[in-house]
T-cell receptor, first 113, second 117 residues
Framework: SQQGEEDPQALSIQEGENATMNCSYKTSINNLQWYRQNSGRGLVHLILIRSNEREKHSGRLRVTLDTSKKSSSLLITASRAADTASYFCATDGLMDSSYKLIFGSGTRLLVRP | GAVVSQHPSRVICKSGTSVKIECRSLDFQATTMFWYRQFPKQSLMLMATSNEGSKATYEQGVEKDKFLINHASLTLSTLTVTSAHPEDSSFYIC?????????????FGSGTQLSVL
């Protein structure tokens, strides 16, 4: 099952620009997490925001969460070519009476040097 | 930090053979492990939840007889793709779950790229 939808599906920006990715989800959550994945590789955990938090920062990353709208955004400031990757949001919580982590559809980010 | 080891990282097999993928939590005990499948340029789809000592819970549309999951110990879960076919070619990732006093944490394996010829 897939819970979240992300937009845009693909994003191409120039190095130095900011990149914003959005994620929407459907059910109640405990936390929302953002992951990064380079092509054909494993996942790298970027940041976790709890359901009672509204904004969180980590380095060049800024995450917001709006539980009333069931949406989150990931902002990468001053992007670098090395930020080129796919980015996924993932929501965790009880679903069907068991804990699950469900991923969104992902955004493929290309940062042009 | 906690590490999840997943093997093999890449496997190529002939159609009709079975392939076993192992997922080990190296320095912690994981009562629950998750198995995901990812097709090229798509997201990770949860296949099943594996609980130590009990039967796995499969997501809708995932064939339990096709994807056998065994979680015999607190540090090892295995996924066996039985009678693999080319359409089973995919990237498979496991994740180990720890429930702490105040939060939950997930640690991911590095994934297995399965190619069925």
């Amino acid at each position: 099952s897939q819970q979240g939808e992300e937009d845009p599906q693909a994003l191409s920006i120039q190095e130095g620009e900011n990149a914003t990715m959005n994620c929407s989800y459907k059910t109640s959550i405990n936390n929302l997490q953002w992951y990064r994945q380079n092509s054909g590789r494993g996942l790298v955990h970027l940041i976790l925001i709890r359901s009672n938090e509204r904004e969180k920062h980590s380095g060049r990353l800024r995450v917001t969460l709006d539980t009333s709208k069931k949406s989150s955004s990931l902002l990468i400031t001053a992007s670098r070519a090395a930020d080129t990757a796919s980015y996924f949001c993932a929501t965790d919580g009880l679903m069907d009476s068991s804990y699950k982590l469900i991923f969104g559809s992902g955004t493929r980010l290309l940062v042009r040097p | 930090g906690a590490v999840v080891s997943q093997h093999p990282s890449r496997v190529i097999c002939k159609s009709g053979t079975s392939v076993k993928i192992e997922c080990r939590s190296l320095d912690f005990q994981a009562t629950t492990m998750f198995w995901y499948r990812q097709f090229p340029k798509q997201s990770l789809m949860l296949m099943a939840t594996s609980n130590e000592g009990s039967k796995a819970t499969y997501e809708q549309g995932v064939e339990k007889d096709k994807f056998l999951i065994n979680h015999a110990s607190l540090t090892l879960s295995t996924l066996t793709v039985t009678s693999a076919h080319p359409e089973d070619s995919s990237f498979y990732i496991c994740s180990a779950f720890i429930r702490g006093a105040t939060n939950e944490k997930l640690f991911f394996g590095s994934g297995t790229q399965l190619s069925v010829l």
